[in-house]
């Protein structure tokens, strides 16, 4: 009963290079949750999919960030032309179902750029 | 406005003592969670207590939530080294399409000595 996989689990980018962050769900786990932390502070949320859908956006960022879950695959938050205030651990959740359902976090992966 | 907002921000305690940390939010909620995470890993759901419920236990942990006050308070009883850790409460707003989103608050650094 493998858990919420995420990787790669450290990741460090130039400024201006793209970060691809990968996350695979557990085993029968349709709805996938992004969020961000910064140090010494709580998880911000970034987004919330659905195989192939995007449920809610509202904490991502306008430019630079998207996030993907196609039907076959892991889940993708791509970040484009990362800069210094992209560094944060990139955490991915899952839950059998959205709504009243605990999500089982990954460990995350920490982005550093340079 | 911060939605999940624990105090205190740091606990130390003895081993065996018991541990209570306070979350305040803002909004209605669906329901509200509390979760642990061991420094450097991802998060570990502990409780979910809905918003027509009054109080939750699970082994050593104890919950209540006071939907008139907006707030709620994780009890660790006969604290143990191993509980050392920061806590957080997240709550998942009522209403809306996408109510799976958690808010997180910025946490509490629990500190238990042997």
């Known amino acids: 009963n493998a858990g919420v996989m995420q990787n790669p689990r450290h990741l460090v980018r130039r400024r201006g290079q793209e970060a691809r962050l990968r996350c695979s769900p557990m085993?029968?786990?349709?709805?996938v949750y992004w969020y961000r932390q910064l140090p010494e502070e709580g998880l911000k949320f970034m987004v919330y999919?659905?195989?192939?859908?995007?449920?809610?956006e509202s904490g991502m960022p306008k430019e630079r960030f998207s996030a993907e879950f196609p039907k076959e695959g892991p889940s993708i938050l791509r970040i484009q032309q990362v800069v210094r205030g992209d560094s944060a651990a990139y955490f991915c959740a899952s839950s059998v179902k959205g709504g009243d359902q605990p999500q089982h976090f990954g460990d995350g992966t920490r982005l550093s750029i340079l | 406005s911060q939605q999940g907002e624990e105090d205190p921000q740091a606990l130390s305690i003895q081993e065996g003592e018991n541990a209570t940390m306070n979350c305040s939010y803002k909004?209605?909620?669906?329901?509200l969670q509390w979760y642990r995470q061991n420094s450097g890993r991802g998060l570990v759901h502990l409780i979910l207590?809905?918003?027509?419920?009054r109080e939750k236990h699970s082994g050593r942990l104890r919950v209540t939530l006071d939907t008139s006050k907006k707030s709620s308070s994780l009890l660790i009883t006969a604290s143990r080294a191993a509980d050392t850790a920061s806590y957080f409460c997240?709550?998942?707003?009522?209403?809306?399409?996408?109510?799976?989103?958690?808010?997180f608050g910025q946490g509490t650094i629990l500190t238990v000595h042997p």
């Open positions: 207590i809905r918003s027509n419920e």
């Open positions: 999919l659905q195989k192939e859908n995007i449920i809610d």
């Open positions: 997240a709550t998942a707003n009522a209403g809306g399409t996408s109510y799976g989103k958690l808010t």
């Open positions: 085993k029968g786990h349709s709805h």
């Open positions: 909004t209605s909620i669906n329901n």
